[in-house]
């Protein structure tokens, strides 16, 4: 039984990974996902490039879909989990793994049947860029935002593949969807039903390798279809109307973290100082230098700019900005 950390109780998970031609990609998730599974479960999608037998090779069961979509291989993962709690995550590395704590969470502490995570909240890679990208994103939020205004609900993400359920919900909900618009109808007939959806932050990164299956001018009109089916004839539960969400709210946001102690401050400048001056001895010349002699209580001077990663681990414990705020 896995033990996730923060949890108040304890419940068996099954991790489900949908994949199609993820043989570059699957071996990371299932490796990093199997600390938080019971049972983890490959549904592949008739994969050509060796998916399954990878799969099969680092311990994962593995079960077929029907090759009619990933709603499918979801309705699948859903028969065959074998756990009190159902987490699906994306084969394409999309998802970070690592996350599953904090999805199973409000489950595991009773706040919620259905948890989704959310890219509004933690960012996504794969929402903003492009033409494709922005429809993508607007698209889904037109699909949010009329599922809010049907259920009295507030939620910013109703697409996401990276979601945990309870078991016996999933199996209550009745999915029909045979593709991708198998995530909204999770989230209407969960609201309609008058159980409990939270949101939790996680970012999406781009896929690892390889290119999306889905191409949303060959399946937009499904989604509008089944988005209005679902509406229209899933009414909310009787005086059921927004009781059933809890909006997110950040147990541990960065202002409630101590700033940084002058000794930490002076810590960073002089690491980064070291790092700058040996760069610019190298001659990279590729950045200005890194760091300058001003006394540290010089509001806004001398602080270069950084990316999170190159913050010293000294300091990135302290700052809240760089604290995962997901995980309460
Ligand atoms: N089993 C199965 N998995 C699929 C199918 N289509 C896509 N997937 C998987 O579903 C996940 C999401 O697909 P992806 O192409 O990344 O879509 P996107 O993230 O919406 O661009 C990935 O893990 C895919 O491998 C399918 O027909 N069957
Ligand atoms: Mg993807």
């Not at 009619?68 to 793994?97: L, Q, T, Y």
């Not at 809010?148 to 919900?169: H, P």
Request: proline share 6%; with cysteine.
């Amino acid at each position: 039984m896995s033990s996730v950390v923060g949890a108040e109780q304890d419940a068996t998970i099954a991790v489900v990974i949908p994949a199609r031609n993820e043989v570059d990609n699957i071996p990371y998730v299932i490796e990093h996902a199997r600390p938080y599974a019971d049972d983890l479960l490959v549904v592949d999608g008739h994969s050509t490039d060796g998916t399954a037998e990878r799969a099969r090779e680092l311990g994962a069961r593995v079960v077929l879909d029907n090759r009619i979509g990933k709603g499918d291989a979801v309705r699948i993962g859903i028969r065959e989990a074998k756990g009190e709690i159902v987490v699906f995550i994306d084969a394409d590395c999309s998802h970070n793994p690592h996350d599953i704590p904090a999805v199973v969470e409000p489950i595991l502490e009773g706040r919620a049947e259905h948890v989704t995570a959310s890219r509004m909240l933690g960012g996504s890679e794969e929402l903003h860029g492009d033409l494709g990208k922005f429809v993508r994103m607007v698209g889904s939020d037109i699909i949010t935002l009329g599922i809010n205004y049907r259920y009295g609900v507030a939620l910013t993400d109703s697409q996401n593949g990276f979601r945990a359920l309870r078991i016996d919900v999933a199996r209550a909900l009745d999915l029909r969807e045979t593709i991708t618009t198998i995530e909204q109808e999770m989230i209407i007939k969960t609201l309609a039903l008058g159980y409990r959806v939270v949101e939790v932050p996680a970012r999406e990164a781009v896929r690892r390798s390889g290119v999306s299956s889905i191409s949303v001018s060959r399946v937009a009109h499904r989604y509008v279809y089944s988005w209005l089916k679902y509406l229209v004839t899933r009414p909310p539960p009787p005086g059921g109307r927004g009781r059933s969400y809890q909006p997110y709210q950040n147990r541990h946001p960065w202002w409630a973290d101590p700033p940084p102690t002058r000794a930490q401050v002076l810590e960073f400048r002089r690491v980064r100082g070291a790092r700058g001056r040996r760069r610019n001895e190298r001659g990279s010349g590729d950045t200005a230098p890194m760091v300058d002699s001003k006394p540290v209580d010089t509001p806004g001077r001398g602080f270069p700019a950084t990316s999170r990663s190159s913050h010293p681990a000294s300091l990135r414990v302290l700052t809240g900005c760089d604290q995962d705020t997901s995980r309460g």
